[in-house]
């Protein structure tokens, strides 16, 4: 299947936009959007984060309107913005863009395909975006992502960047 865009929650967003690499996003998606609700949820958070700020001027370039949620997601009881960006992918040929655990078994249930904010690392230097992951994944796990070790340490090997000390999120 063709992917026309991949649709980006608020973690991945305010992720990227903490270590200043939203740029990976722009190079690996075919599309890129971001429904009203992340970015309300990211402006919500402005006075907690100082990169909010830019993580909402670009996604505001890619901003797509709120959907009429379907009950297949309705009936998750996810936060806005995942239940936004699950409804936008079921309307196309899409990626949901999301680390919530929760939305991604919903992702699941429904078919739908799916990267998170390690998936992104792994695929851009899959793709020669980066000459590394390892460095990419470390400021994310710095920056707040939640991500088993071992699953982190499996996904690098699996790129070959086997090795390597990880601490957990502080």
Known sequence: MTVDAWVINASPLILYSRIGRLDLIEGLAPAVAVPESV?????AGMHKDETAIQAIDWATRFRVPDVVLPASVERWNLGSGESQVISY??????????DDQMARRCVCSLGLLMIGSL???LRAKERGLIE??????????AEGMFANIDLIDRSLAAVGEAGGQHREPG
């Not at 970015?39 to 402006?43: D, G």
């Not at 992918?89 to 999301?98: F, H, N, P, S």
């Not at 590394?132 to 796990?141: G, K, S, W």
């Open 39 to 43: 970015i309300e949820e990211v402006r």
């Open 89 to 98: 992918c079921l309307q196309g040929a899409r990626w949901a863009v999301l």
């Open 119 to 121: 998936g992104i690392a």
């Open 132 to 141: 590394a992951a390892r460095p990419i994944v470390e400021r994310l796990v």
